[in-house]
């Protein structure tokens, strides 16, 4: 069983940054693919960002490609998603999550068994 727990959401202006940081417990951190994925409301969950069990092995969605980064430090068992150039419509909740799956299943939300209670972020114009 891992245990998942996200921090830094808050309210940014449009155009600002923020870091997410997802600290895990139990398990064998190295050995999980980790993601990251927003739910804003009314809308169903989305993906957002994916890391492998190395930073060179990662995968985003087309709507935050080239201004959120996810990485990972398997020292602190921690992943990280910074947020750069944030947009309102990013505001929304967002989840860390954690799975064994294939790299091709790792965008989807329904491959991970293991969740983050989440985090807000709040993007104003």
């Known amino acids: 069983q891992v245990q998942l727990v996200e921090s830094g959401g808050g309210l940014v202006q449009a155009g600002g940054s923020l870091r997410l940081a997802c600290e895990a417990s139990g398990g064998t951190f190295s050995m999980y693919t980790l993601g990251w994925f927003r739910q804003a409301p009314g809308k169903e969950r989305e993906f957002v960002a994916v890391?492998?069990?190395?930073?060179?092995?990662?995968n985003y969605a087309e709507s935050v490609k080239g201004r959120f980064t996810i990485s990972r430090d398997n020292a602190k068992n921690t992943v990280y998603l910074q947020m750069n150039s944030l947009k309102p419509e990013d505001t929304a909740v967002y989840y860390c999550?954690?799975?064994?799956?294939?790299?091709?299943?790792?965008?989807?939300?329904?491959?991970?068994?293991?969740w983050g209670q989440g985090t807000q972020v709040t993007v104003s114009s």
């Open positions: 999550a954690a799975t064994n799956t294939r790299w091709a299943q790792a965008q989807y939300a329904f491959a991970y068994p293991y």
């Open positions: 890391v492998g069990w190395s930073n060179s092995n990662t």
